[in-house]
Nanobody, 125 residues
Framework: EVQLVESGGGLVQPGGSLRLTCAASGVDFDLYAMGWFRQAPGKEREGVSSISSDGLIYYSDNVKDRFTISSDSAKNTVYLQMDNLKPEDTAVYYC???????????????????WGQGTQVTVAA
């Protein structure tokens, strides 16, 4: 059984940093890439970043150069370091095992259709 537990969210001022953690039990990191998604109020969930076991890393344009994804396969854990946060980064953040499609635009597909509870990130003065 796949279980995803996100943590590390909170309230931070613009320009601040947070580090999100995703504990992904029951996920084979050799079979699936891991992705971070976010959903802001009134908006659709969007893919933010992903990392695969062969080192392929993806960032959406709106977080590139500010967010850093990493993983520890021994711990089945994925991290998202978020720096220089902006109010538009406010959202609930989720992780999920994905298949990454190098299409135009790239797509992060949650093939197992499993979501955790998410972690709230609020960026405000």
């Amino acid at each position: 059984e796949v279980q995803l537990v996100e943590s590390g969210g909170g309230l931070v001022q613009p320009g601040g940093s947070l580090r999100l953690t995703c504990a992904a039990s029951g996920v084979d990191f050799d079979l699936y890439a891991m992705g971070w998604f976010r959903q802001a109020p009134g908006k659709e969930r969007e893919g933010v970043s992903s990392i695969s076991s062969d080192g392929l890393i993806y960032y959406s344009d709106n977080v590139k150069d500010r967010f850093t994804i990493s993983s520890d396969s021994a711990k089945n854990t994925v991290y998202l370091q978020m720096d220089n946060l902006k109010p538009e980064d406010t959202a609930v953040y989720y992780c999920a095992p994905i298949v990454f499609l190098q299409t135009v635009p790239p797509q992060m597909i949650n093939v197992l259709h499993v979501w955790g509870q998410g972690t709230q990130v609020t960026v405000a003065a």
